[in-house]
């Protein structure tokens, strides 16, 4: 009896798991929705590669349906979809095809459309379909693109390689070269005419202004009782005229004679008047057209406002004058500056500042001696350094607290920043300039504190050519290089300051 229990347990066991195994083949045959929680709707596509049976169906990254079946009608695929019922799919609903991996996978994201329109029926038909080009599409524009771009380096290679490209770029370069100077000078040349004509057109356009400020319907009441005027003038004259007519002799035709040429003379001028405000209200002539088309006087009136905008930029400029001078250790003697700066801007302005330096400038001379003395050169260079003023000119932008300049610094170009604390009312400022100077071994940097003493006063300290040696001439001792402190103060001037000064300066 034991004997025959064992193999009837296996076989038992082995009936269950057939049966399981058959379930969930039916299970999975059939899908995770059933009809009743889902509806079946259909769509076409021209590329179904990626989709097949149990591909997902998804909103929002969520699973709501999955692909039944995909056939073949004609040149398009056939993707029948089911989806849940909780979707609420309307008639407008929408399939984007989405690459789910590199490995060519793709799932359908849904837009189950807006309320305001029908709902889908069972075995509708979704109609906005957008197919994603599969990874061989964009590999293919890829390529092609590459292709596109290797041209494009082929041909810039072939224009501008070798010494052909070469000269044609300087060539270029000299050109544009020619055509700024060419540029400037004529501008320079202009300016003064250009600003005599914006004086004329401004005087114009201010009469202009005043005759267009009537707005159109005065202009044309104006014009009818001008009208309504000659003709009672003209009946008056006619009345007169047979007045006179009537009593051809005696005293009566003597006085009137006058009289009579006088009303000729005014009729005439009245019917001149009267064509004048005729051709006026018909468009015609400059002071018609001007009164009668409206584009005119849009285009005139943009042209004046441009115009006031442009002298609103120019006075609008801010203006500050300074005065500084500090007192060098080494040189044991004073530099004085002036200094012009002019602020279109609250965050940009010009610098321009005149120099007197102690240090002096630099000068090459040849020098001929007739007879050379033994073993020298008849002609000999000569470096001399005399004093002299230096000028200063440059470009600032400001950027939080820091402001960069750059331009010419004192007879030569060099670059500069500025840091600013407390509300501007300590500064510390850094210059380099002197870049290609023979006599100097390194750039020239300058290193100063200024702080803001009282309104319109500060004070300054410093080091001036901090990097080099100092360097003194051999007849004089004068310096003119090295490693300086200085210290010193200054005043500065702004529009308010100078407009009030102005009227208590004593006048010639």
């Known amino acids: 009896m034991k004997k025959l229990v064992t193999p009837f347990r296996v076989g038992l066991l082995v009936l269950v798991a057939g049966g ?4 969930f083949i039916l299970f999975t045959r059939k899908g995770g929705l059933d009809k009743d929680e889902s509806i079946q709707v259909h769509a076409y596509f021209r590329d179904a590669a990626g989709l097949g049976a149990k591909s997902r169906v998804q909103i929002a990254g969520i699973p709501v349906g999955e692909v039944e079946n ?17 979707v609420n799919l309307r008639e407008d609903a929408a ?8 490995l060519g996978d793709y799932l359908l994201n849904l837009n189950p459309g807006s309320e305001v329109t029908p709902a889908m029926q069972e075995g509708g038909e979704i109609k906005k379909v957008v197919d994603m080009e599969g990874m061989e599409a964009i590999f293919a524009s890829l390529s092609a693109i590459t292709a596109d771009i290797q041209q494009v380096t082929s041909a810039l290679r072939d224009v501008l390689g070798g010494d052909k490209g070469a000269g044609s770029m300087e060539r270029i370069l000299a050109s544009l070269v020619r055509l700024s100077e060419s540029v400037d000078i004529t501008v320079r040349a202009s300016a003064e005419r250009l600003d005599a004509i914006l004086r004329n057109f401004e005087g114009v356009s201010a009469d202009v202004r005043g005759i267009t400020a009537a707005n159109e319907e005065s202009v044309g009441k104006i014009v009818s009782n001008i009208e309504a005027i000659t003709q009672d003038t ?28 006088t009303m000729a003379r005014l009729d005439k001028t009245l019917s001149n008047v009267e064509e004048i405000t005729s051709r006026v209200n018909k468009g015609e002539g400059a002071v018609g057209t001007l009164l009668a088309d409206k584009r005119l006087g849009q285009k005139l009136a943009e042209s004046v406002e441009d115009l006031t905008d442009f002298s609103s930029r120019l006075t609008g400029l801010q203006t500050e004058v300074g005065l500084q001078a500090t007192y060098l250790m080494e040189q044991r003697t004073s530099k004085n500056s002036l200094t012009l700066r002019l602020a279109p801007r609250p965050d940009k302005y010009y610098l321009l500042e005149l120099v007197d330096d ?23 260079q000569q ?20 402001t960069l300049r750059f331009g010419i610094i004192e007879s030569t170009g060099g670059i500069g920043a500025d840091f600013h ?10 210059d380099a300039f002197n870049f290609s100077v023979d006599e100097l071994r390194y750039p020239r940097l300058r290193a100063s504190l200024r702080a803001q003493a009282f309104d319109r006063l500060f004070v300054t300290a410093g080091f001036d050519d901090i990097l080099n040696d100092p360097r003194r001439e051999a007849n004089t001792r004068r310096m003119i290089a090295g490693r300086d402190f200085f210290f010193g103060g200054g005043i500065y001037f702004t529009d308010d300051d100078l407009k009030s000064m102005l009227p208590v300066l004593p006048t010639p």
């Not at 399981?20 to 379930?23: A, E, K, Q, T």
């Open 20 to 23: 399981f195994l058959f379930g």
């Open 70 to 86: 995909v056939q073949l009608e004609g040149v398009r695929a056939r993707v029948t979809l089911r989806i849940r019922r909780d």
């Open 95 to 102: 399939l984007f095809k989405r690459s789910e991996s590199l």
């Open 234 to 261: 003209r009946q008056v004259l006619a009345t007169v005229q047979s007045v006179v007519g009537s009593s051809g002799q005696g005293d009566l035709k003597e006085s009137v004679a006058g009289l009579k040429q």
């Open 358 to 380: 102690p240090r002096g400038i630099s000068e090459t001379q040849l020098v001929q001696t007739n007879p050379p003395s033994s073993g020298e050169p008849v002609v000999q």
């Open 383 to 402: 470096k001399i350094t005399r004093e002299g003023f230096t000028f200063s000119a440059q470009f600032a932008k400001r950027y939080y607290f820091t």
């Open 421 to 430: 604390f407390f509300k501007d009312h300590l500064m510390l400022r850094m």
